[in-house]
């Protein structure tokens, strides 16, 4: 009875320095490619249409990629379990690869769930380790050096010639795309070699610019990689860009944008890390001493948050601009997770699945310690409670940004544009400012509620019960005492 290998793509949609096809090469069975897409995660909350327009495209290149080499690559709409079911009863698949994946709780259930099924069906599972993040480490010490190694190793083009051929033709009937994975949208679009040429941009043409402009909600936009969507669903691997970067380095005209940028990337692995050893800080707060705050829920002020209604310019330019492209810089993320935080005193928990949503970069390893750092929750980094004024008047200073997405405040003038309520009442009707009516008026005032928000934080910041709770987590995700000076700084790909 002729036996299959399976390549199972998940969050790893490319070809290029891919394990899981690398490990085909091995044997003569003919492989079959699949991608699932699992109602699980269609209807899931973290998730919505620009994510898996995202994933469609890229899987669009994919299948284009593959058939020029013979192969196809089967996209089923099934829950995962249901679909290997449907597989197993087919045809006998000896072997299924896959990279390993950081996923939510959901997806780690589900994995167990088919463990299991593999286990009982007497297939081997093999799931690669991605971008460096290591599953079961158990001394963090050794994590920095294997971590080099990896992004040092060569990347893997595979060799069709020893990847044999299926030729099962009626495995899973074609389905139809959502009508709206074909729409024209301002979102960036998925695929691998989209991945390579915006790499490619970055590194010939916008990377001078990148430290100077990277907290400029505008500016960065352009002068920022835009890499995050694909390193988050795998159209190109961290080890793909460290080494183009380093390629470049010495002919590079701008060394310290590189290396900085070069520097998040190592954070961002970091991170993910963290979050692979301490998943349970999906719904929980990292340090247990902050448990007693932020408890009760106000859906008028989050819904004004998601709106972008806040009153505060910066902030809603943010959230709207965020809501249409899936993108905004590191710094406006940081600010407007610390607006709901700390200004309108709501939990992190309330904005975190709005907020995945929005990210079109939706990565949680990188999700969940940021909104956690953000909002002061970790006892590990400095307490940040931004003031949206200020923000507002050194990173947006002639209100480029603001008015691009607050289209009711063009007419406002410079000086006025980052707090219109404070305009006289002659002003207000000349510029067509009108409180409440075409624009809001300040939710809360943010000044007041960010100085009570730091009295009520920093005693428990600096009470014996976090102190106790932020050693422990010292000691299990600190690399050394060296590095933690940067963790407090928050690196993170922008």
């Not at 209807?43 to 899987?59: A, G, K, P, T």
Request: charged share 20%; glycine share 4%.
């Amino acid at each position: 009875m002729q036996t299959y290998q399976l390549v199972w793509f998940k969050r790893d949609l490319r070809l290029s320095d891919n394990a899981a096809i690398q490990a085909c090469e091995a044997s003569a069975e003919p492989v079959i490619f699949l991608y699932i897409f699992e109602p699980l995660l269609l209807n899931d909350s973290h998730y919505e249409i620009r994510h898996w327009r995202f994933v469609w495209q890229s899987l669009q290149e994919l299948q284009a990629r593959l058939q020029a080499k013979g192969h196809r690559l089967w996209i089923v709409n099934a829950e995962a379990i249901a679909a290997f079911k449907h597989i197993f009863s087919k045809i006998s698949i000896s072997r299924v690869f896959s990279h390993q994946e950081t996923g939510i709780l959901k997806t780690f259930e589900r994995d167990i769930q088919l463990q299991n099924f593999f286990k009982h069906n007497q297939a081997t599972w093999k799931e690669f380790p991605t971008n460096g993040v290591i599953r079961g480490l158990k001394e963090k010490n050794t994590w920095q050096k294997r971590w080099e190694q990896t992004m040092g190793a060569t990347p893997f083009e595979p060799n069709w010639e020893n990847i044999t051929k299926s030729s099962i033709s009626d495995l899973f009937p074609t389905i139809k795309p959502h009508s709206a994975f074909n729409q024209t949208t301002d979102f960036q679009t998925g695929g691998e070699s989209v991945a390579r040429s915006i790499l490619n941009d970055f590194l010939t043409t916008r990377y001078p610019n990148y430290m100077k402009h990277i907290s400029q909600p505008e500016l960065s936009r352009g002068s920022c990689s835009r890499l995050s969507p694909y390193i988050a669903w795998g159209n190109i691997s961290m080890r793909q860009i460290i080494q183009a970067i380093d390629e470049m380095y010495e002919s590079a005209s701008h060394k310290r944008a590189l290396h900085q940028f070069s520097s998040r990337l190592h954070w961002q692995s970091h991170f993910i890390q963290k979050f692979e050893r301490e998943c349970r800080i999906e719904t929980q707060n990292f340090n247990t001493a902050f448990n007693t705050v932020r408890q009760e829920v106000d859906f008028h002020k989050i819904s004004k948050w998601e709106n972008g209604e806040t009153g505060y310019p910066l902030v809603d330019a943010c959230m709207r601009c965020l809501a249409a492209t899936g993108w905004i810089n590191f710094r406006m993320r940081a600010m407007v997770v610390s607006f709901l935080t700390h200004q309108l005193w709501q939990p992190w928990q309330a904005g975190s699945h709005w907020l995945a949503r929005q990210f079109l970069d939706f990565e949680p390893g990188i999700h969940y310690p940021q909104l956690q750092m953000q909002a002061g929750t970790t006892g590990l980094h400095i307490l940040r409670i931004y003031d949206p004024v200020k923000q507002s008047l050194e990173k947006d200073t002639d209100g480029v940004f603001i008015k691009k997405w607050l289209p009711e405040l063009k007419d406002i003038p410079t000086a006025n544009i980052h707090q219109p309520w404070k305009m006289t009442s002659l002003e207000q009707g000349f510029y067509n400012y009108l409180p409440n009516k075409t624009y809001p008026s300040p939710i809360v005032n943010a000044h007041e509620t960010g100085k009570k928000a730091a009295e009520i934080l920093w005693p428990i910041v600096n009470s014996q019960r976090a102190e106790i709770e932020a050693k422990k987590i010292l000691k299990k995700h600190i690399l050394s005492a060296e590095r933690s000076k940067a963790m407090k700084q928050g690196k993170n790909i922008s």
